[in-house]
């Protein structure tokens, strides 16, 4: 065998490995690439949370939930909270019928059960606030309405939420606990449209959260009644099994559970869990 041929064997067989060399790298780089690709996309490099997150909650908590919405946009930017509000027992319907969502919070417990009972919760929900019944009246109260008894009078028109929505629900339990009867002129399908009957004078009176006498300012005038503090609702909020942000589900709950979230709450009516 000749020098020239040595030389030209020994040049093939370095090619050779450097070409597999090669090849392993890319295909290294190849997997890193997968296995990032599969990552929680949820999550951005520095670990904070991104992307939009969907909130589904009772409708008495749009005021102080839109204020903590914006509080996480900011403190997280690249994220997006959005928002349905409405009836819980709606909500959950909606929830368990396969709408896509992140977080829920419920105005009671048992609207939540719907949720937990379906195996839709990833986890067990925590009672983050607390809320209880109030009157509201036209502004003035020109009716003169004291106490809860006042409203079963047949010349008032009196509007209460649904029986299966929790501010309904919460209120029979109070009309209960005074031995009561009422009639009312309407029942609505969540703790806003009652209080809107009032704002807009379709009717003179109506049981809803002191949270939304608060929130409605001068439209409308709260009475305080003694029965009200036998239907005081606790308010329940869990991370959805199926959420497609579990990383930002995590990080508003945290939130509205902080004392900063709890400041938010309080200072709209809502009571300490």
Avoid: H, W
């Amino acid at each position: 065998m000749t020098r020239t041929v040595r030389r030209t064997r020994r040049i093939v067989q370095v090619t050779g490995v450097s070409a597999a060399a090669l090849l392993a790298l890319s295909a290294c780089a190849s997997s890193d690439d997968s296995s990032s690709a599969g990552s929680d996309s949820s999550a951005s490099a520095s670990g904070k949370p991104s992307g939009t997150v969907t909130v589904f909650a009772a409708a008495s908590l749009k005021e102080s939930f839109t204020t903590l919405g914006k509080q996480f946009e900011k403190a997280n930017p690249g994220t997006k909270v959005t928002f349905s509000f409405g009836g819980s027992d709606s909500l959950a319907a909606s929830i368990t019928g396969g709408a896509p969502a992140d977080v829920f919070a419920a105005a009671s417990p048992k609207t939540m059960k719907i949720v937990t009972d379906a195996g839709g919760a990833a986890g067990s929900p925590a009672t983050f606030v607390r809320n209880q019944l109030e009157i509201a009246t036209l502004p003035g109260n020109p009716d003169k309405v004291d106490s809860l008894k006042d409203l079963t009078d047949s010349k008032l028109k009196v509007v209460l939420c649904a029986k299966e929505v929790p501010c309904g629900a919460a209120a029979q339990k109070a009309l209960d606990a005074g031995k009561l009867k009422l009639t009312p002129v309407s029942y609505e399908q969540d703790v806003k449209a009652a209080l809107t009957k009032v704002e807009l004078k379709e009717a003179d009176a109506a049981v809803v959260y002191q949270t939304d006498v608060k929130a409605a300012g001068g439209k409308v005038e709260g009475v305080n009644f003694p029965e009200s503090a036998d239907a005081v609702n606790d308010y329940p909020i869990a991370q959805l099994k199926d959420s497609k942000n579990a990383a930002a589900a995590k990080a508003f709950i945290e939130l509205v559970r902080s004392a900063e979230g709890q400041k938010v709450l309080t200072s709209a009516g809502f009571l300490k869990p």
